[in-house]
């Protein structure tokens, strides 16, 4: 398997999600399978400045490889495996604060790696 990298508009049909916007939650379509996964704002709370993934080694270390995402521009990252193929699919988003503490998130790209 390849990592694709997509924009998350090829994907999700909710770019920012969180305080201060309108949509709190926002849904990714799997392109093999089809499977819709839903994602809360607490989805990427949760995962905001931790380095676990829940991949293998070997597909970690392909993903930072090819795909690199960059504290320094204060991305951040969510793994999962879609619940209907298993693939491997990373997120890569950029939490924003909005008030003391309140983030609100913008979903940058999508990598994928399944099997078509």
Request: with cysteine; hydrophobic share 40%; glycine share 6%.
């Amino acid at each position: 398997m390849n990592p694709i990298v997509l924009g998350a508009r090829d994907r999700f049909n909710v770019l920012e999600l969180g305080a201060g916007r309108a949509e709190n939650r926002t849904e990714y379509r799997c392109s093999a399978c089809l499977t819709i996964s839903r994602f809360t704002e607490k989805s990427f709370a949760k995962n905001m400045f931790k380095d676990f993934s829940i991949f293998p080694p070997d597909i970690r270390a392909v993903l930072e490889v090819s795909v690199p995402f960059t504290r320094a521009n204060w991305e951040e990252f969510l793994d999962f495996e879609c619940s209907g193929c298993g693939g491997f699919i990373r997120i890569i988003y950029i939490p924003n604060e909005y008030r003391m503490g309140c983030h609100y998130y913008i979903l940058r790209q999508v990598i994928e790696m399944v099997n078509t």
